[in-house]
């Protein structure tokens, strides 16, 4: 008996008021067409949404967070980088 | 026939169809080949159950004798079971019973795609909801046939055992006596010609993707429509009306 694995997908899924997807887990499946199904199958069993996406997990890169520091504290102190001292009249809706 | 009883006779054969069906399937509970899979079937039952359940309501409002889902479901004897054969068949290796529901689903897709135009309002609407859902059931099993058949040499080698052994099942599908004919004359069932065609062009064309072969072996095994079943169905049944004839009126 073989021990292979079928590959690891993540699973992204955009709910019906939402306008991005979000990561809600794994699955396993030989290829992009079942790996849908099985999303389908195992994610949105409760109407949690309105759209799959599924990418190999091979193909994600992720920060390491031991650089978390380096890579997102020297932001922190840096006032000038947000848009905070400009008046916005009234009259400019949706600012 | 008159056309009410033609048209619980013919409910009641699409009931037993998705009762049985879904009963075979809810045995893969927990056995699955791999979670995904488990959890595929169970959805898959569950849809079945629950079309079962709208169909023999209505039936048993058809017959007007007072009986409802659950007395059809579970209190009949295994001669009056109207199921076709293919349905009850044992459910084998996770090959064996996609095929079984490759040939069912794309039957079944056919055929709700003609039941919505029905100007039976119940029905229709009960085929409508069906019809999403058979859909993605089709989707599934023609997947999995493609992938078993072009797979391994030992998948290929399954999965052609399981079309060899339930392709004798699949004439059934098309079992038509005067239920169908009194409804479709009073144009209550839209006409079912061509159905079988489009279901073998349709059959074949995923077969031969899966790089499978049609059995030449003409016999076709046939009964279940007028209640004469393999030795399966008796099997099946002790398990599906244990807990109802174990305690008569359970409820939930």
Redesign the interface.
């Known amino acids: 008996m073989s021990n292979q694995e079928?590959p690891l997908w993540e699973v992204f899924i955009r709910s019906k008021q939402g306008l991005n997807h979000k990561h809600v887990g794994s699955?396993?499946?030989?290829?992009e067409?079942?790996a849908i199904?099985?999303a389908?199958?195992?994610y949105t069993?409760r109407s949690e949404g309105v759209s799959i996406w599924v990418v190999e997990s091979k193909h994600v890169f992720a920060s390491e967070p031991n650089d978390a520091d380096s890579l997102f504290e020297p932001a922190d102190s840096k006032v000038y980088r947000h848009p905070t001292f400009y008046d916005v009249p009234d009259e400019v809706s949706h600012m | 026939m008159n056309i009410q009883e033609a048209l619980f006779q013919y409910v009641l054969r699409l009931g037993d169809d998705s009762l049985i069906l879904g009963h075979r399937l809810s045995e893969w509970c927990g056995h699955g080949p791999?979670?995904?899979?488990d959890?595929?079937t169970i959805?898959i039952s569950l849809d079945l159950i629950g079309q079962a359940t709208n169909l023999l309501e209505y039936a048993g409002k058809l017959e007007g004798k007072g009986r409802d889902e659950d007395a059809i479901a579970f209190l009949r004897l295994e001669h009056e079971y109207t199921n076709i054969l293919l349905v009850e068949q044992t459910n084998g290796d996770f090959g064996k019973t996609m095929m079984r529901q490759f040939f069912f689903d794309s039957y079944r897709k056919l055929l709700f795609d003609r039941l919505v135009k029905s100007p039976d309002v119940q029905l229709a609407a009960i085929a409508d909801k069906a019809l999403k859902e058979t859909k993605?059931h089709l989707?599934?099993s023609s997947?999995w046939i493609i992938?078993l058949g072009d797979g391994t040499e030992e998948s290929h080698r399954r999965i052609q055992d399981s079309l060899d052994a339930l392709y004798k099942y699949s004439n059934e599908l098309f079992f038509t006596d005067e239920v169908e004919a009194t409804l479709v004359e009073n144009g209550i069932l839209p006409s079912l010609d061509g159905l079988e065609d489009e279901w073998n062009t349709y059959v074949q064309a995923i077969l031969k993707e899966a790089t499978l072969t049609i059995p030449t072996n003409n016999w076709k095994q046939s009964g279940g429509r007028l209640g004469k079943h393999t030795e399966h169905l008796g099997m099946l049944l002790t398990e599906l009306q244990y807990m109802q004839r174990a305690y008569p009126n359970m409820k939930w």
């Not at chain 1, 699955?27 to 290829?31: P, V």
């Not at chain 2, 791999?34 to 899979?37: D, S």
Request: proline share 0%.
């Open positions: 079928w699955i396993r499946a030989s290829d067409v079942l199904e099985n389908r199958d195992v069993r | 791999v979670l995904e899979e959890i595929a959805n993605y989707k599934h997947e992938r």
